[in-house]
């Protein structure tokens, strides 16, 4: 069974950092490209990043780019996203996403964590 | 970046009626385009990928069509557990996948 576990959110003031984690199982983690989304208070989803499964390649919403880095640690199974220069437009509930095979689609979801950006 | 919008916004329903949610691209997508189900506090779920396939344990009362620009997601007769905010994804441009606005689902 495909389990995504995040955790590392919490309240952070603005200019703040934060790293995000997200522990993966039941899959060949290194074989698989992952994602962030988040989703803001009351709104939509909007993805923030993704990774290919050697973590060689990465994107990024405009929005955090420059700001936000993604990686991944294949040997721990774990998904990163170091988040800096923090901004109330960040805060959101943050889900790491594994994609399917041809990383199309995030199939599967974590249950996401919380980021409050707020002086 | 390709921009995806949904109609209705929201709706309401009673139990067992036939629904009907919209999703257009701005401009061609194929049939890259996926949906998913929503229930306040909880993860997205996938509900169908490239318009029309059903990931095993989906009910068969959901259905997608679709392909180009514009795309439908049915359930041919709602069910108590189907009050969800529902969004459409399109996957042509990825990794840089987009959310349309999704579609509220509440009980008349």
């Known amino acids: 069974e495909v389990q995504l576990l995040e955790s590392g959110g919490g309240l952070v003031q603005p200019g703040g950092s934060l790293r995000l984690s997200c522990a993966a199982s039941?899959?060949?983690?290194?074989?698989?490209?992952m994602s962030w989304v988040r989703q803001a208070p009351g709104k939509g989803l909007e993805w923030v990043s993704a990774i290919s499964g050697s973590g060689g390649s990465t994107d990024y919403a405009d929005s955090v780019k420059g700001r936000f880095t993604i990686s991944r640690d294949n040997s721990k199974n774990t998904l990163y996203m170091q988040m800096n220069s923090l901004r109330a437009e960040d805060t959101a509930v943050y889900y790491c996403?594994?994609?399917?095979?041809?990383?199309?689609?995030?199939?599967?979801w974590g249950q996401g964590t919380l980021v409050t950006v707020s002086s | 970046d390709i921009q995806m919008t949904q109609s209705p916004s929201s709706l309401s329903a009673s139990v067992g009626d036939r629904v009907t949610i919209t999703c257009r691209a701005s401009q061609s997508i194929s049939k890259y385009l996926n949906w998913y189900q929503q229930k306040p506090g909880k993860a997205p779920k996938l509900l169908i990928y490239?318009?029309?396939s059903l990931p095993s344990g989906v009910p068969s009362r959901f259905s997608g069509s679709g392909s180009g620009t514009d795309f439908t997601l049915t359930i041919s007769s709602l069910q108590p557990e189907d009050f969800a905010t529902y969004y459409c994804q399109q996957s042509n441009s990825i990794p840089r996948i987009t959310f349309g606005p999704g579609t509220k689902v509440d009980i008349k």
């Open positions: 996403a594994k994609l399917d095979s041809s990383g199309y689609y995030p199939e599967h």
């Open positions: 039941g899959f060949i983690f290194s074989n698989t490209a």
């Open positions: 490239v318009a029309s």
